[in-house]
């Protein structure tokens, strides 16, 4: 029987939990186990994880029972839910309260939490700075996680609230990388000004997560922000241009149109590219980039990231 201590990653074959579930398997040698939960232990990227030295749990965030089975004997997990499967903020709250009274029966010792801000504290539902989302949200993917934050410590688990960065990886996977417009030309669409947007990479999160760990109790009951770097929109639509040898501008567009642009969750992000630029500083200071390299010390900045990314950025036409 090993001695290691379990660390459970919901979410394993996805962005953030693959991250932390390759991170800890690159480690052999280290203090942690994986434990791979995911709905699909048939699927590929579970098999691979297996493959790799990695247990493979089934379970379902809709079912707390079979969370609370899966979650057994594991020292700490990795907790994230993914809006974008089924765009309802109030099918993240349910899950979230699965996970937090699926870690207490279990009994586990230390959860990190990927949150980010609810909005709401910010701008009020009242307020028309922006428009309200479903009746009763400005940001729903950002504010059913912020509110989410609650259910942890009234289940009394020891929780580490992560508020995580965008993701540089959605050039690649979310229809973010330049795309060609009406005169010839590639621009880079990012409605946020001339602010400075915190950013890393998927791998990077994990790597962090890990290092959070590693620390022991330091973070629990506390809240901590991560990043590789934070730049304007004209810096990263620049180094695009450079990584893939193409003149690419910054498509700065106004928030307020990039929420009719159509596609489903379009007022979402808008909604958000708002929050970035309007509360600049209380979104971009939590993430600090000197705590994210004591965690990583691998850290990468946009331009490393580039270097190995680049070549899988579709372009847009």
């Not at 699926?102 to 009994?107: D, E, Q, S």
């Not at 709401?120 to 009746?135: A, K, N, Q």
């Not at 450079?242 to 106004?254: I, S, W």
Request: proline residues 5%; hydrophobic residues 40%.
């Amino acid at each position: 029987m090993s001695d290691k201590k379990v660390i459970a990653v919901v979410g394993a074959t996805g962005s953030q939990g693959g991250g932390l579930a390759r991170a800890i398997l690159e480690n052999p040698d280290g203090e942690f186990s994986l434990r791979a939960i995911t709905r699909n232990p048939d699927s590929d990227k579970a098999k691979a994880l297996a493959e790799a030295g990695g247990e493979v749990v089934a379970a379902d965030m809709d079912d707390e029972e079979s969370l609370v089975r899966a979650l057994e004997e594991a020292h700490g997990a990795y907790f994230v839910t993914n809006f974008w499967e089924h765009f309802s903020p109030e099918k993240e709250t349910a899950q979230i309260g699965n996970l937090a009274r699926a870690a207490k029966r279990a009994g586990v010792n230390h959860v990190i939490w990927s949150t980010l801000e609810d909005t709401r504290e910010w701008v009020p539902l009242e307020d028309d700075r922006m428009p309200t989302l479903m009746e009763n949200y400005k940001v729903p993917h950002f504010d059913a996680k912020g509110a989410g934050n609650a259910l942890f410590a009234e289940a009394g688990v020891p929780t580490t609230n992560l508020l995580t960065s965008f993701y540089w990886d959605n050039l690649i996977g979310f229809g973010m990388g330049p795309a060609k417009g009406p005169d010839g030309n590639y621009g880079f669409t990012l409605p946020t000004g001339d602010v400075r947007v915190p950013g890393i990479a998927v791998e990077d999160i994990g790597r962090c997560a890990l290092g959070i760990f590693k620390r022991g109790d330091e973070f629990i009951g506390r809240t901590v922000g991560i990043a590789g770097e934070h730049l304007t929109g004209a810096e990263m639509a620049a180094a695009i241009g450079k990584a893939m040898g193409l003149d690419v501008t910054h498509n700065a567009v106004e928030p307020a149109v990039y929420r009719e642009f159509g596609f489903p969750g379009a007022d979402d992000l808008g909604n958000m590219f708002q929050f970035w630029h309007d509360f600049e500083d209380d979104y971009r200071r939590p993430r600090d980039i000197a705590f994210s390299r004591s965690l990583n010390p691998r850290l990468q900045t946009f331009e490393q990231w580039l270097e190995a990314n680049a070549d899988d950025i579709p372009l847009g036409e």
